[in-house]
């Protein structure tokens, strides 16, 4: 071959994976502005459907329980029949779950759009960086990985803000529609350029592990957002976190004895990839699962719009671009463990600080935990990825990253589920006892109900209008205000501080896990040091 013709194959073979890397960026910025934008949407979405507070987790779980779910398996597929191919088919599923959500009409129908929505999400989240890591080797890896952070950095930065301004300025069904010209230019790039990459030595997929994962992870997240509702002691509530176990357990049986699992075992006898599965799970589990609920309260206690909570929540988004930004620099010369670890550490001091909310605090006693929360997020996320595919070889990186996403989905899962739950009980104990013989008693379920949501303001004052309806007129109507919002307001800013602690513990103890377990060590040279090849995993606001 002359050395005109190997340049030119040189020359298409590097715009082709830096097309890779534009579409990859592409749709993982389209999914994660979703997360954004929906967790500031919720409350909004919470009047005009009527929704309760187990509807609102229904509306992130939903997505987080089918991307958990289909994450191996969309890993294992994309190995067999093409990493690119699933990606592609992902980007189709998205928008067309998409479409779906913005013209829902009921919770129902959300609650069905957002898991359909979710299937594609796992497909993409699956290939992502896999794609990247298949196309990119040496000092090109880190460049694109780094490029790869940016993109996410900059999506969770300004999703809330996005977000307020369509939820305010047009209505929150256009949090979804925006996904369609992002997803247009993403499919078009990925068709035309991105070149088709797959593991020769790829097994079937394993539908058995599959299905018995899924079970196991939809009645585990069912039964602790019922709990909720019914409470822990509830029979049905009992029978399925029980139920979840005994699947859970069938499917690790199942991974040992097939000869291709789902989900291969021995990857867990790397302790780095373990310490790398505990900090996605952690991160998810504490700050992401606790955002929905702060933002519950800055709009519903404190009564701010979409676009004003958008705004303030930037403390935490902003702290955590710049963070990211110098601890991908840090990366090069810094082992894995001492970012991870210590970042979590970080993070649980950041959620401590935004304990000790009281009935008449403002917005601004969120700002100093949001600041250092957010610098904890820049620490973990930056060098996270790469515990999920740097202590694998190249052709196992689509199972590797599959499983580290698939913990980051079920940690939102089951920190939004649980959190929600202990939430809401909390609240409704504190409501039930204060407003027993101080309203009328058919007053009292629906005020229960609304308060258990967070609704505050809009409880308080639906009471002022019923009392201003009878004989006492305005002066009674005033009272009733003032006593629900009072009960309200101190039950939520009590429930809240008790689930915020929660969620420090968890910061805390994964911190301490993953810097026992993280070991430089483990790490694969994939024709570049270890450090090269770290990546910004995306920040799921949500949920990603």
Known sequence: MSHQAVATDHSAATRSKWWTLAAVCTGVFMLLLDITIVNVALPDIQRELDASLSDLQWVIDAYALSLAALLLTAGSLADLFGRRLVFTIGLILFTIGSVACGAAQDMFLLTLARAFQGIGGA?????????????????????????????????????????????????????????????????????????????????????????????????????LIEA????????????????????????????????????????????????????????????????????????????????????????????????????????????????????????????????GIEDDSSWTHLIPGLLVSGLGIGLINPPLASTAVGVVTPERSGMASGVNSTFRQVGIATGIAALGSIFGNQVADAVTSDLTGQVPDQALPGLVAALSGGQVQAAAEGAQAA?????????????????????????????????????????????????LLIRQKDFVVHGAPPAEASAQQPSQGSSV
């Not at 690790?252 to 990839?273: E, I, N, W, Y």
Request: glycine share 14%; net charge positive.
């Open 123 to 223: 497909a993409m989240f699956a290939t992502a960086l896999a794609l990247l890591a298949t196309a990119y080797v040496g000092r090109d890896r880190g460049v694109a990985f780094g490029a790869f952070g940016a993109t996410t950095g900059v999506a969770v930065a300004i999703g809330p803000v996005l977000g307020g301004v369509l939820t305010s300025g047009l209505s929150w069904r256009w949090i979804f529609f925006v996904n369609i010209p992002i997803c247009v230019v993403a499919i078009a790039i990925t068709l035309l350029r991105v070149k088709e990459s797959r593991d020769p030595h790829a097994g079937r997929p394993d539908w058995f592990g599959f299905v018995t994962f899924s079970l196991a992870l939809g009645s585990l997240v069912y039964g």
């Open 228 to 355: 909720g509702q019914d409470g822990w002691g509830d029979q049905r509530v009992v029978g399925f976190l029980v139920a979840a176990a005994v699947l859970m357990a069938v499917f690790l049986v199942s991974q040992v004895r097939q000869r291709a699992p789902m989900l291969d075992l021995g990857l867990l006898r790397k302790p780095t990839f373990v310490g790398g599965l505990v900090a996605a799970f952690g991160v998810s589990a504490s700050i992401f699962s606790l955002l929905t609920y702060l933002v519950i309260y800055v709009q519903n206690v404190l009564d701010y719009s979409a676009v004003g909570t958008g705004v303030r929540f930037l403390f935490l988004s902003g702290a955590s671009f710049v963070a990211a930004a110098v601890a991908g620099r840090l990366t090069e010369r810094v082992p894995t463990k001492w970012l991870i670890g210590p970042g979590f550490l970080v993070l649980g001091v950041g959620l401590l600080l935004v304990l």
């Open 467 to 515: 009392a201003a309806s009878g004989a006492g007129g305005a002066s009674a109507g005033q009272q009733a205000y003032d006593l629900v919002n009072g009960v309200g307001t101190s039950a939520v800013v009590d429930a809240l501080n008790h689930i915020t602690a929660i969620g420090a513990g968890i910061a805390f103890v994964s911190g301490v896990l993953c810097l």
